[in-house]
């Protein structure tokens, strides 16, 4: 799975963290690579944010640009408006806003139906007709391809691991019978995993539903 190399130099204090095509053959980079930079970006704009007690505009508006490359744009309105608040007569950052609020308006809606439809084509793979447990797991080196364009791109997406439902103590326990999910699993997006109520409304068997390492947000 491959896509084009971005330049991505939102991080903190004059830092960079870059995705850049080679000389020559343009080389493309994998998705964990460009989520691998997007995570650098981000943890050096929390770090300015951090060190200036959230007093700093600029880390704000740095912070926003790495939810905007994440295709994230409703984190990055909130941060652009705190940016605001520290700095109200900043025209870049009130240019920037009104750009990212019309993406966060239509992202809205359209992510609405995405994680709809992904979750019923997933139905059946995940086999919700007759499974009592159901354990979801996520892995941020999984090479998920967002081919719709229809998810923020940090966030690692939620797989089956196939596991035996136990009574331990009278209460419900699942045991996985695997570490790590295979790469072909079915799987959920963790925005599709906001609809958990529709996943249970679908498994009218369901007894335990497990939820391990992603952002419910």
């Known amino acids: ?93 009130a240019k920037k806003r009104d750009e990212v609020k019309e993406k966060a308006a239509s992202v809205a809606e359209n992510m609405y139906y995405a994680r709809h439809k992904e979750l019923d084509a997933q139905e059946r793979r995940l086999g919700l007709a007759d499974r009592r447990g159901l354990v979801l797991r996520g892995a941020f080196d999984d090479p998920f391809d967002d081919k719709g364009v229809d998810f923020a791109l940090a966030q690692p997406v939620a797989r089956l691991i196939e596991a035996t439902l136990e009574e331990v103590d009278g209460r419900p326990r699942l045991a996985p019978a695997v570490v790590s999910a295979d790469p072909e699993a079915p799987y959920l997006h963790p925005h599709a995993l906001w609809t958990w109520e529709f996943l249970v409304q679908r498994a009218p068997s369901l007894l335990l539903l497990q939820i391990e390492d992603v952002d419910l947000g």
């Open 1 to 93: 799975v491959k896509r084009r190399g971005e330049t991505l130099a939102e991080g903190a204090g004059g830092s960079e963290a870059a995705v850049r095509p080679t000389a020559g053959d343009e080389a493309a980079t994998t998705i964990v690579e460009l989520r691998d930079a997007l995570v650098t970006a981000f943890r050096a704009a929390n770090d300015a944010l951090r060190l200036s007690s959230g007093r700093s505009a600029k880390a704000w508006y740095r912070r926003a640009c790495v939810f905007e490359k994440m295709r994230d744009p409703r984190n990055a309105l909130r941060d652009l408006e705190e940016a605001l608040l520290r700095e109200p007569g900043d025209k870049s950052i």
